[in-house]
């Protein structure tokens, strides 16, 4: 029932010009493959020209982040509408790149859901548990403490436009995968969680993506597990064959 949702994170990769020849590439790659959502998160700079590039296929543009307020003097932020207007449909909020560089906490993660959401944007909610915290033994706390806290005071209507992205912060980047096993559990955890604060039905339509280097290699197996509805791709998602293959596995 619930829909795969393949987003790419490029990061801080990819020029305007550079973004426009990716979409023009991988346009042609992804066409009518329409079993999953297709959605490539871009920096600010690039998200005119992506969504230009992207008209008329099935690939949507996303941000990478987005400020709480809608306006005022907060130099050098982005709001919500300026997204929107700029041809975002999607926006990251809570990345642990985010958290961990920029000290971004649950409280604003919280703020700049809400703005995104009053704005019409969709929201890819990351969360997840850092490698001291899994040595622990800790993760389904800490991760349902992350989604309590990320969606408090957000109501069960405005979840039909959230995505959470499970990232255990030790598999970003670092080419160590979660076992299909463990995406599984976690992500399983904050569906428990989203049946406790709000309903069984809430729970069954959450779109939870798996991400922290998913791969052409690796994708097939994490989307096969019941709980995990999707992918959130960073370095994989800079290479139109590797980003195409994980499409291909959502597709198969
Ligand atoms: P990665 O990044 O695929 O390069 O590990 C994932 C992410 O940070 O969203």
């Known amino acids: ?8 994170n490029w990061k801080m990769n990819m020029t305007p010009s550079a973004a426009r020849s990716f979409i023009t590439e991988l346009a042609p790659k992804v066409a009518g493959k329409d079993k999953c959502d297709i959605v490539l998160c871009v ?14 296929t099935n690939i949507k543009i996303g941000a990478e982040n987005v400020h709480f307020e809608a306006k005022g003097a907060y130099t050098g932020e982005i709001s919500a509408e300026m997204l929107v207007e700029s041809g975002a449909e ?3 909020v809570g ?13 604003t993660v919280n703020l700049r859901t809400k703005a995104a959401l009053a704005a019409g944007l969709k929201v890819i909610l990351c969360l997840g548990e850092v ?8 993760t389904d706390e800490v991760v349902a403490m992350q989604t309590k806290l990320d969606l408090a005071g957000i109501s069960e209507e405005q979840l039909k436009n959230i995505i959470i992205a499970y990232e255990p912060v030790w598999a970003i980047g670092t080419g160590l995968t979660a076992t299909p096993e463990q995406a599984d559990e976690t992500c399983g955890v904050i569906r428990k969680t989203i049946a406790k604060i709000y309903s069984e039905k809430a729970a069954e339509e959450m779109i939870i993506q798996y991400g922290g280097s998913m791969n052409d290699g690796n994708a097939a197996e994490l989307l096969a597990k019941a709980n995990v509805d999707g992918g959130l791709i960073g370095g994989a998602s800079l ?11 959502a597709n198969a």
């Open 1 to 8: 029932m619930r829909r795969y949702v393949i987003a790419g």
């Open 43 to 56: 920096p600010f700079v690039d998200i005119a020209v992506a969504a230009e590039a992207a008209k008329g």
């Open 90 to 92: 999607y926006v990251i």
């Open 95 to 107: 990345h642990s790149e985010r958290r961990q560089y920029f000290a971004e906490t649950d409280e």
């Open 131 to 138: 490698k001291s915290e899994r040595l622990s033994g800790i």
């Open 239 to 249: 290479v139109t064959d590797k980003f195409t293959a994980i499409v291909d596995a």
